[in-house]
């Protein structure tokens, strides 16, 4: 996953527990300081808060971005000064798979159907469980305020098998289950959620190439796939009409496609890659004009200041896969990945 800030500022998590920066819009990356955690955790997503100078990263000390660890040893890290410093957030009697920044709360997702909620800052949560069938929890939380959000039910490590989404509308308090069509003959299993409003919801489904939005609420949700696709791994919204996914094409190069229409066709933008690059783009994330894909393939980082029209890969001197990228505002954006690595991009 992959957070911003602005169109010229970002972040990149990479490996060797390492956070590199970079001040030319991300052309060029340099390491900017040793993030104070465990270096064998595996990060997965990150979300950044409209402060912008606190940034929260979820990982395990196993795995990959299908949580083939299961439920072993799961992290919460988060920083509070820009990625200056950081410090693993302990939930009681949680482990924790997602994470989600929405107006002053912070929202988790963890191991057996467990939720939890911030509002100062992690030093108290309140929780609850949904229900989530054995081996199962949330492996996806989307949030658009401190009151809504919604939380997708996946295996671990996930296989294809039917999932489940909730929403709530009351801070956690109550959770509403969706309706969600099937993807060929079997419930979707989404992976990855973003939330643009209170009634506005985007996410995907790996295995099944398929793009899940709603925007009435939850009431009802319609399903999409984009041309030529071996599998879907990102996906970011900028309203409820325009969105991105991120993946792989049937021929293996990344795949970034962009829809203008709720979903109802597709552009598969070109990536900036050679066209023999092999590699999946495993999330994309920004503002409206200033967006970020990360992918498997030793760093990869490309990028687009023009609202995801274009695309141009930059070097992030990572020689590590990237899981996550996220941005509060257009100058700058956080990445995550293996071996506990964490980026961060500034741009002027």
């Given at each position: 996953m992959v957070a911003a800030l602005s169109a010229s500022q970002a972040w990149l998590l990479a490996g060797t527990t390492s956070i590199l920066r970079t001040a030319d819009g991300g052309t060029t990356w340099s390491e900017s300081n040793k993030q104070a955690s465990a270096t064998g955790q595996w990060l997965r997503g990150v979300s950044v808060a409209p402060d912008g100078s606190t940034v929260w990263a979820v990982g395990s000390d196993y795995g990959a971005p299908d949580f083939n660890h299961g439920t072993a040893g799961s992290y919460l890290l988060r920083s509070t000064d820009?990625?200056?410093?950081w410090s693993t957030v302990s939930i009681p009697n949680m482990l924790p798979w997602s994470v989600a920044t929405g107006g002053a709360a912070v929202w988790v997702g963890g191991a057996d159907g467990a939720v939890a909620r911030s509002l100062d800052g992690g030093a108290t949560w309140s929780s609850t469980k949904l229900d989530a069938p054995s081996g199962q929890g949330v492996v996806a939380i989307a949030a658009s305020s401190a009151n809504v959000a919604w939380a997708s039910i996946g295996a671990a490590p996930l296989n294809g098998a039917p999932?489940?989404?909730y929403r709530t509308i009351d801070g956690g308090q109550s959770w509403t289950p969706q309706r969600l069509p099937n993807v060929g003959s079997t419930q979707p299993s989404v992976m990855r959620m973003v939330a643009v409003s209170d009634s506005a919801a985007w996410g995907v489904d790996p295995y099944h190439c398929a793009v899940l939005r709603t925007a009435d609420g939850g009431a009802s949700w319609s399903s999409s796939t984009p041309p030529s696709c071996a599998g879907l791994w990102g996906v970011f919204a900028t309203s409820p009409?325009?969105?991105?996914a991120s993946g792989q094409h049937q021929d293996q190069t990344p795949a970034i496609y962009q829809t203008t229409d709720g979903g109802?066709?597709?552009?598969?933008?070109?990536?900036g890659f050679a066209v023999d690059h092999n590699s999946v783009l495993f999330a994309v994330g920004g503002t409206e004009q200033a967006l970020w894909a990360?992918?498997?393939?030793?760093?990869d980082v490309t990028a687009s200041s023009d609202g995801g029209l274009t695309w141009h890969p930059q070097r992030s001197h990572a020689a590590v896969g990237l899981w996550g990228?996220?941005?509060?505002s257009p100058s700058t954006a956080w990445a995550v990945g293996e071996r506990g690595a964490i980026?961060?991009?500034t741009r002027s």
């Open positions: 820009a990625g200056g410093t999932g489940h989404i009409t325009t969105a991105f109802a066709t597709w552009l598969d933008r070109p990536t990360v992918g498997a393939s030793d760093g990228v996220a941005a509060a980026l961060r991009a």
